[in-house]
Nanobody
Framework: VQLVVSGGGMVQAGGSLRLSCNVN????????MGWFLRAPGKEREYVSS????????YYADSVKGRFTISRNNGLKMVYLHMNNLNPDDTGTYYC??????????????WGQGIQVTVSS
């Protein structure tokens, strides 16, 4: 199983980025997906998740209204569209497979982390 994340980088506050996660080795269209953030000096925390069909999307309170999760089952991709970024969004983002839960332990597979840095 491989989860390959792309799209991180540096952006000024108020800017936007899109993270992408390509998944191979799973029945992707039957797999819920999630995104997590490990901010500097903090534990990994839940950001967003999406059901296998895409019908259900869920967000941490801190990103509601700013981030949008989506997926393309034909391409085996899940995306995190991040708008109106602020410095608190800085950290390493991870794509994870297997759940829509906020508990990272309920996810079975993880991608490599990708750095997002938001400058003020």
């Amino acid at each position: 199983v491989q989860l390959v994340v792309s799209g991180g980088g540096m952006v000024q506050a108020g800017g936007s980025l899109r993270l992408s996660c390509n998944v191979n080795g799973l029945t992707f269209d039957r797999t819920a997906m999630g995104w997590f953030l490990r901010a500097p000096g903090k534990e990994r925390e839940y950001v967003s998740s999406i059901s296998w069909s895409g019908a259900g999307t869920y967000y941490a309170d801190s990103v509601k209204g700013r981030f949008t999760i989506s997926r393309n089952n034909g391409l085996k991709m899940v995306y995190l569209h991040m708008n109106n970024l602020n410095p608190d969004d800085t950290g390493t983002y991870y794509c994870a497979a297997g759940s829509t839960a906020q508990d990272p332990q309920l996810y079975n597979y993880w991608g490599q982390g990708i750095q997002v840095t938001v400058s003020s």
